[in-house]
């Protein structure tokens, strides 16, 4: 719930809670995040509680959190940031809007990266440079520096207020709870049953489309994951300037389709290698 309309990951940290999981080694923080935002959902206008005052998911920077500027978020990162920065490994539960195959974000480290693929589970995995509109909390320099070990990886699991997006989200708490040792075979299977999956992939981001005027459009209605086969082909248009794939089987990822200028629109990306098959 660092965004208040994301409840998903609210539930998924409810259910942990109600079935006593205890790590085997370790300490396991449960983080509702935007409690503030979340208390201003209404069913009329689901979209309406993201935030209260800015994207809580954009003042992770050291100069913001540290300055002058005021509001709701940033007060409760301030609150909560004593806590992140105890924190060696973290996952950030996110869903989405439009309707997406499911991914891990890793932000721009080898370490995070390779905690995503280790993960397992959603199997796609993105490397990215984040959004022009500020830093996430994978973004914050304590993961985000490449000389620490401590890394961050963000899930966006779904659709919001589906019961699948809970469902992938269980998969990712399990697999990072499997990898961090704190939790062992019986116990990921109790929290998200599996059957042999394929290997993870990892894509880089190739480039960030954000919205330059109040006129972004796409062509058509694109579904997040989808791969857009030539080089060059039209995807949008942002006022008169044409947006056009910049390579060969470009993964689409994450596409909004509607955007306010200055967001970032779509992530374009290209699959550029092979994880180790999850375990069953």
């Given amino acids: 719930m660092v965004h208040g309309n994301e409840y998903a990951g609210a539930i998924a940290l409810l259910r942990l809670l ?16 935007n409690l503030e935002a979340f208390v ?51 996952l950030d539960l996110h869903s989405m809007l439009w309707d ?23 199997r796609l995995v ?6 022009v509109g500020g830093r996430r909390l994978i973004d914050y ?36 709870l499997r990898h961090t040792g704190q939790i062992g075979e019986a116990g990921a299977a109790a929290l998200a ?10 894509a880089q981001v190739t480039m960030t489309v954000t919205a330059e005027s109040s006129d972004f459009r796409f062509v058509r209605a694109f ?3 989808e791969v857009v086969r030539d080089r060059n082909t039209l995807i949008a248009l942002d006022g008169d300037a044409e947006i056009r794939t910049p390579h060969d089987d470009c993964i689409l990822v994450m596409p909004s389709l509607r955007t306010c200028r ?16 999850m375990r069953g």
């Fill in 141 to 176: 320099r304590p993961f985000a520096d490449p000389g620490t070990k401590r890394a961050a990886v963000l899930v966006e699991a779904g659709q919001h207020w589906v019961e699948g997006t809970v469902e992938t989200l269980f998969a990712t708490i399990a697999g990072l």
């Fill in 40 to 90: 201003r959902f209404d069913l009329r206008q689901p979209t309406a509680s993201r935030y209260v005052d800015e994207d809580l998911n954009r003042v992770w920077c050291r100069a913001v959190l540290d300055g002058p500027r005021e509001s709701a978020e940033l007060r409760r990162a301030r609150e909560l940031r004593p806590l992140i920065d105890t924190v060696d490994v973290l």
């Fill in 126 to 131: 993105v490397g990215d440079q984040g959004h």
């Fill in 18 to 33: 109600e079935a006593g999981v205890t790590p085997l080694r370790g300490r396991l923080s449960l983080v509702f995040a």
């Fill in 100 to 122: 997406s195959d499911p991914l891990l974000l890793s932000g721009t480290t080898e370490k995070a990266r390779r905690l995503a693929l280790a993960i397992g589970a959603p």
């Fill in 193 to 202: 049953p599996q059957k042999h999956a394929p290997a993870p992939v990892f």
């Fill in 223 to 225: 579904r997040g994951g």
């Fill in 262 to 277: 200055g967001h970032t629109a779509v992530r374009l990306a290209k699959l550029v290698g092979v994880g180790e098959p």
